[in-house]
């Protein structure tokens, strides 16, 4: 399947003259769309909900475009519990789904009402030390351990990973919440990420509907909701095939049916924490082309670099690029690929590329390219390695307009923490100067 961009070469070149290049844009009515998607996907279940996982993407303007549709939100830091009640998205919307978490986190999580979703047994007890009662709903973290496998091959490898708890340690904690009080409880497990196909969460569906009957059978306990986190994934790649969230939906469903319906637990909501299917192919990065550079291999430097997206750098992962054009020159987006490049950042790091030898049609500097997926884990996992700093975002509304949703940082921005130093603060004094 071709992957052509959410906006055409006339859009971006206008866009570009309103906003400097890099920055990442989003599609609002894509965005919608997915959301208006999953909540019909999954409406056959009237306790269905969304909690979105805001480590994904924190903007604020995107996330309340999420809860319009009965997102929640999926925090496990307490800047995103913060982020999240400044949206006034409390209470029972906000799932805190964190691990190796911080007394202070807790706190916050308590204070907001939200449901705790325990990675470890021994949370239980550290969770009321920190806040002196436990919550009024929460969950508890699965980890089969060993290989996570379906029809098509292995998928992970929970065994490996440092998350959840195991089936004992589940069943005691369910007990000790319950004894203790705690009036809702759920169970949760998150066994794959990026998962093509629309298997993935009907098995996982399945195994943690087959588990919560053995629980409630075992413990008494009565077992309200299951939470299949995060994990459907998109088609970063031209030749993957997008996950039918309708298909998923129904899986699920058909596994409700054959497990949780017979065993007389056909009031269980089912909670979701997607990310990257939530915003990730509504996000691209937008990027100008600054140099051609000729050695052993050729060389196409933009002004993005992996500061706005490390994904490539940090797990060779592959976003798909389309060259658009420039002001005044062709409409490069259906071009044929007659090049083959090496597309990178400035860096003075070798793996700051976001691409390694690509097919593209011939780039001229100057042409705008368009680095498709970076909705999800594209802004938010920026950092400011070599001083660089993390650019903008922009909101492409449904009406055609744009909104800057986020501002470029800037060296004061940078300089902000040094202000406990005398160079710090002549850094941020000049700074202030020259804005003067
Ligand atoms: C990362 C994460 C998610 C979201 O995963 P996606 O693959 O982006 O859907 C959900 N829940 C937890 C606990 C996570 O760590």
Not at 264 to 274: L, S
Not at 321 to 350: F, H, R, W
């Amino acid at each position: 399947m071709p992957k052509t961009p959410f906006v055409t070469k006339d859009q971006i070149v206008e866009i570009a003259e309103q906003f400097p290049t890099p920055f990442h844009l989003y599609d609002e009515a894509g965005l919608r769309r997915c959301a208006r998607d999953v909540r019909e996907a999954f409406a056959w279940n009237p306790g269905f909900t969304e909690y979105f996982a805001v480590k994904a993407n924190p903007n604020p303007r995107l996330i309340s475009i999420l809860a319009e549709y009965g997102c929640g939100c999926d925090c496990s830091s307490d800047t995103e519990l913060m982020l999240s009640d400044a949206l006034g998205i409390r209470g029972e919307h906000i799932m805190f789904s964190s691990n190796d978490t911080p007394a202070e986190d807790f706190r916050l999580a308590h204070q907001l009402g939200a449901i705790v979703n325990f990675d470890d047994i021994s949370h239980i007890d550290f969770y009321e030390r920190a806040t002196g009662s436990l919550p009024e709903t929460a969950c508890c973290r699965f980890n089969p351990g060993g290989l996570f496998q379906l029809a098509n091959g292995i998928m992970d490898n929970p065994g490996d990973s440092k998350y959840g708890m195991t089936e004992q340690q589940l069943a005691q904690a369910l007990t000790e919440l319950s004894a203790r009080g705690v009036e809702r409880l759920g169970i949760h497990a998150f066994l794959a990420s990026n998962t093509h196909g629309n298997e993935y969460y009907p098995a996982l569906a399945r195994i943690l509907f087959e588990l919560a009957v053995r629980l409630e059978r075992t413990t008494g306990v009565r077992i309200g909701f299951v939470n299949l986190s995060g994990g459907v994934g998109i088609p970063y790649r031209p030749d993957e095939t997008p996950c039918d969230i309708r298909a998923i939906g129904e899986g699920v469903r058909r596994a409700y049916e054959d497990v949780l319906v017979p065993a007389g637990m056909g009031d269980v909501a089912i909670y979701t924490e997607m990310g990257r299917f939530m915003t990730g192919p509504y996000g691209c990065l937008v990027t100008r082309a600054i140099h051609e550079k000729h050695i052993y291999k050729d060389y196409i430097g933009v002004d993005a670099n992996a500061c706005d997206l490390i994904r490539p750098a940090m797990y060779g992962a592959y976003h798909h690029i389309t060259v658009m054009g420039q002001a005044g020159g062709p409409d490069k987006s259906a071009a044929e690929a007659t090049c083959v490049y090496d597309v990178v950042g400035n860096l003075c790091e070798n793996n700051d590329k976001f691409a390694v030898d690509r097919a593209l049609p011939a780039v001229d500097t100057g042409d705008l390219l368009v680095i498709h997926d970076t909705g999800a884990h594209g802004h938010a996992m920026g950092y400011n390695y070599n001083g660089r700093l993390r650019h903008a975002e922009v909101l492409l509304r449904t009406d055609g307009t744009c909104e800057l949703i986020r501002r470029a940082e800037t060296p004061a921005d940078y300089f902000a923490t040094l202000d406990v130093t005398d160079t710090g603060r002549t850094l941020l004094a000049r700074l202030q100067d020259k804005e003067n």
